[in-house]
Every structure is written in C-alpha cells, then in structure tokens.
C-alpha cells in the first residue's frame, strides 16, 4: 500500500484531478487512507490563500465564487472550491450544482470545484473541510475558496479555517432585514454587497459603512465594503484588489506567528473531538444504538453521565 | 465517601445553598465527585424549566434577568440564575457583578445566582453550564435562567440548553445598528425590546416585526416581542406571561418525544466530546505541551495527524 500511497501523494502534487478527486472522495469516507495521504502531502502545505465565502441564501454567493475564480485563473493563479453545506444530508459530488458549475470550467485543468455534505451522526464536517482545503493546498492550488451558507454554529466554525473571510449581503428583502438575517458582522473582514445595481444599494451601504464603524478593527484591519453585480461581472477586480490589500497586510503583521499557533491549537483540538469521536463512538456502536441510550436518558431511566460511562468502557477506556 | 456523596446529594435536593454552591464549584473544578453527585440527582432532573437570554453587551441583561427572577419570586416560585461568561477568563463566583446582584436578594432562599467563565484550553464551559442546569433543576428551582452575553459558537452552544430562548435587543445605538450586531434572529423564541422608552423605539419594534415575519414558524410558534423597561420593571409582567404561553404551546406539542430525543443525542455528543478531551488529552499532557506540539505543526514540523496520533497515543489509544 505505501508505495501507491506514494504514487497517489505524488499525482496529487502533480495537481492530477482525478487523484485529487480520490483523496477528497477518501476524506468523505473517512478512510484511513486519507490520513496518510493528507500526513504525506503536509509538508508541502502552507502556500495557498484560504478565502472563506459565507452569506444568507439568494446574496448570489455560488455566483461570486464562480467569477472570483474566473478572476484568478485569468491572473493565471490555480483555484481550488470547495462548496460546503451544513444543511444538507447528501454527499458525494452532485449537490449545490457541482455539474452545472463545473460546465464553465470544464476544459480548465487549473481549477478544482468540489461540494462537501453533513456526515453522520458525529459531525466531523468542519473537519473534512479542513482536510480538503489542505490537500488542495498541497496539490498547488494557489487560492481556495470555501463557500459556505448561512449562520450556524457549523458555518462558523468552517469558515475560521479561512485567512480572509467574505460576508456576502445584498439590498432589498425589506432594506434592513437583510442585514438582521446575516449574524455575520463579526466574522467579516471584507463585506461585499453583491447586487448592488438594485434600488436602495447606496442606503444600505451607508447602513453598512456605519456599523462597520462601530466594530473594533482586527489588528489594524478596518473590514470594507466592496459593491459587485457578480451575475454581470462587475466589481471583481475591486474585490480581489481589496482581497490582496488583506493578505499583504496581515504577511506583515508582526503577530502572524501567534495567530498561526492560535489557528493550529483549534485545528488540532477539532481533529483531536473528531478522532476521538469516530474512534470511540462511531467503530463501537451504530447510530442505533447511540439513539436507543439517549432515548433512556430523555426518559430519565438512565443519566447521561453514566450512558457516557458506558459508551467509553465499549471503546474499553475504563475510568481512571 | 459514598455516604459524603449521599448526604451531600441529600442536602441539595432539599435546596440548601451552601451544598449547591460547593457542587458548583466540584463541577467548575472537574471534580469526580461532581460527577457521582450529578449522577444521583439526576432522577431527580427535568422539572425545571430552563429560558436562555442572550443580547449584545449594553442591552440591559441583567437587569432584565434580575427583574424577571424577581417577578417568579413573587409568584413563589424558585429561581436559579446561571450568569455565563464565555469571553472571560475569570472563574468563581466573584465575576458578572454576582456580589452586588446577590445582595438584593440576599436574605432570599429561594434564588441562587452563579456566574461561569471560560475554562482552561480545552473549553467544556457549556458542559459545566449545563451539569449546573441540570443540579439546580434537582435542587428543586422551578425556572431556571441562563443569561449569556453576545454571538458566538460557545453562547449558542449554550442557549441550546434551554427550552425557550429570550434575545434581548434594545432601540438606538444607531438605531438599525444594534439589531445588525445581534445574529440571533434564527435562535430566538421571544424578542425582549428593552430600554423601549428610548427613541426610536416604535420603529425599530415595527423593523423587527417586519423581519418576523420573514423566519419561518418553529413547530406552530411565532416568535413575538415584547417591549420592556427592565430598569423600572415595565413590561415584566407581560414577558413572563409570553415565556408562560411558550412553554404550554411546547408542553402540547405532539413532538415532544422527538425533541427530547434530539435534545439529549446533542447533550450526550457534547459531554463525550469533553470527557474525552479531558481523559486524553487534559490528564496526560499539559498546555504548555500541547502548545509546544501546535508550535511544530506551524512550522510545519510535523503534521497535525500525526500529532494527534501521538495525543492519541500518550492516552493509550493505539492505531486499530
């Protein structure tokens, strides 16, 4: 097996698709193959800039994305997607119109668009999100883009594994319910107001601009407005202009080094749940019976601590 | 010990303060005797009800939870109030202003307030707020309120807690401004329009109505609002009633089962995930260890799988 392994992690570097393709496929799947392609290809991480997408649904997110890709690849950068939703039980390569988005791109070697799904009964999805983004890394992908929707605690916990983070609005919907909808004032480094020719654009800007006001910066950064009509290409350039202005200013911060370790503590706490989790839960009981002790414990014929309990001994961790 | 424990439970069932207090701090210490504790009582559990109160800082919060603890005093029923602070890094019962809230109610047996902060790099802070819940439940207090303050993955982890959930909002502060910071739209179950003796205040209710109207029913309940001036004790009245028509409207509800279910699965998922992390990797290393390992894998070093692996394997856990 090592040395396909080898071969695999190679064709990978290489920036093959269809081995790309396997290993995320791998990820999915949670097969142990993925971890030791991803623990192969590590080294090799590092270079890409991670770009987080997030926003309420109907913004035109999926849209921007597909532009802000075109963007980069007609500056010649590779660009790797991934597409996640948390709302959504499937899996596998179909959702969010991966075939429809993919049409586009199709001849375009430079470019990897894959969806993610909700797996399971343990979660882990932040996780995989967080796995792919590294092997695109590692197979040369310059800019990753992670587009996730809406506002959950699931959102929000994939889209801190980006660099720069994205807040995509739009005008209209009620004006100001819009916003209200969003939640995502805190995460947002750039807030682009995406159809922007529609009525009441500039009053919603002024809206915005005056609550960015009211947000701390972040380490020097004051978080900017950028006005797209994505559908007719307009404000890209703008977009990704303020985009490199965020990456510079950040690659000359002088605390990187302590934001780095932050980022991988969390990162090393999210893989450490979910290891522990698939390990301990998932190869010792079905989500039957997992249902089936929680079901006596809603009753009250059994306390969680002790369901806990026995959970542990099944993975024969006995109290210490 | 086991007669400790017995008489220890004994005594909280009965309500005594002091027994409550010391269990608290066996959980905020991670005690394994809060565990045995919790245990015992949890037969106990699932008579209270629990309201969560979230809101951005200035809105007037506490006050509010104040007010309406006071208002269920009057009605004899007992209160247990859960002050929750996820960005503060102080523990005991000194932080949150406990000393001076607990003085109007000093001489009052029948209310106990307890404020909890972040805990230690492993987090596990909704863990402790919940074993609290879950003792004060079986100490016998009736309503039990769990106030925390603003937006973040750890406030919502919290306010799943409880049955019901309160989103304070408050007029002015540019007015459209403040609600843009809540993001708390999705979660809320009642909106409390404190401070609405303000300017501004029938528009942004009418602001707020209009966005209501847009988040779909939640299982046959409209989410309402109800306008409040907790400092002078206005509209008290009318939210415990809201709370009260809340709580029946769920207490018929056909889904009942379901939602326990649910409940429960998601409680046992989280007190696994900080059991493990405790067991593994806060018994068998220390921050500055597990720092260390964060501080190779920036560099690159190593990677994060096979830093988890060897976590893993301090703890015992090999490879399967």
Known sequence: MTTTIDSWAAQIGAGDVRAISRAVSAIENRSPEAEEILRQLFPHTGRAFRIGITG???????????????????EKKTVGVIAVDPSSPFTGGAILGD????????????IF??????????????????????????????MILVETVGVGQGEIEIVRLA?????????????????????????GDIFVLNKSDREGADRFEQQLLAMLHMIPEREGWKPVVVRTVATENKGITELAQEIARFREHFANAHDRRSRELA???????????????????????SEAQFESL???????????????KEILARAGLKEE
């Open 163 to 187: 660099d720069c983070t994205l807040v995509v609005l739009m005008p209209g919907m009620g004006d100001d319910v819009q916003n209200l909808k969003a939640g995502l004032m805190e995460i």
């Open 294 to 308: 929680a079901g006596q414990v809603a009753a009250r014929k059994k306390d969680p601590y002790t369901a806990v």
């Open 99 to 110: 075939r429809i988005r993919m049409q586009g791109h199709a001849s375009d070697e430079g």
């Open 56 to 74: 309420a649904p109907g913004t035109g997110k999926s849209t921007l994305v597909d532009r802000l890709a075109g963007h980069y690849r007609t």
């Open 263 to 285: 980022y991988w503590k969390e990162w090393l706490v999210r893989l450490l749940q979910t290891r522990l989790l698939e390990r301990v839960v998932g190869s010792h009981m």
């Open 113 to 142: 668009i894959r969806s993610m799904a909700t797996r399971g009964f343990l979660g882990g999805l932040a996780q995989a999100t967080g796995d792919t983004a590294l092997l695109l890394d590692a197979a040369g992908k310059e």
